[in-house]
């Protein structure tokens, strides 16, 4: 009877553990900013390699903003298949303020598509800039993709 209650308790508490993410090698993609603004991405952890639906992806790095007193950094996925609709984690998105400082966002991938950080505007909710990342495969798909809409006014 201990033994099997011993079983059970280990069992629940491997299924409670959350997912193992390991370091993931990224690519850059597309990427627009306005002077004085830039996302550096310093480490990606996923539970896959491959970024795809179902994993879940921290992402670690420095902003500097210089472009405006205050923005929201966000790290979200452009679905390539689905109707565009998205549930937010509570950890993808971060106020920051101009000048230097750190990031860490996380998020789990909920539809096919490609990853990016982008700051957006804290009363319009627009885009002001940011850049998309991934393996090799998914920039390569995306290589063409114009993102001069981040500077537009």
């Known amino acids: 009877m201990k033994a099997t209650l011993f079983a059970l ?4 508490a491997a299924v409670a553990a959350p997912p193992v993410q390991e370091s993931v090698s990224v690519v850059l993609g597309p990427k627009a900013y306005r002077d004085g603004d ?9 539970t896959s ?13 420095r902003v500097r903003l210089d472009s405006r007193s205050s923005g929201n950094l966000s790290l979200y996925v452009t679905q390539t298949e689905g109707d565009g609709q998205e549930e937010i984690d509570p950890g993808q998105s971060k106020t920051v303020s101009r000048g230097l400082s750190a990031f860490e ?3 789990t991938i909920k539809h096919k598509g490609v990853l990016h950080l982008t700051f957006y505007d804290a009363k319009t909710g627009k885009p002001f800039g940011g850049t998309y990342f991934g393996t090799s495969k998914q920039m390569n798909r995306i290589g063409d993709w114009n993102v001069g809409y981040y500077l537009a006014d």
């Open 38 to 46: 830039v996302i550096e991405i310093t480490e990606v952890t996923a």
């Open 49 to 61: 390699g491959n970024l795809e639906q179902g994993d879940s992806v921290t992402v670690r790095g």
């Open 9 to 12: 308790v280990m069992t629940s």
């Open 105 to 107: 966002l996380k998020a």
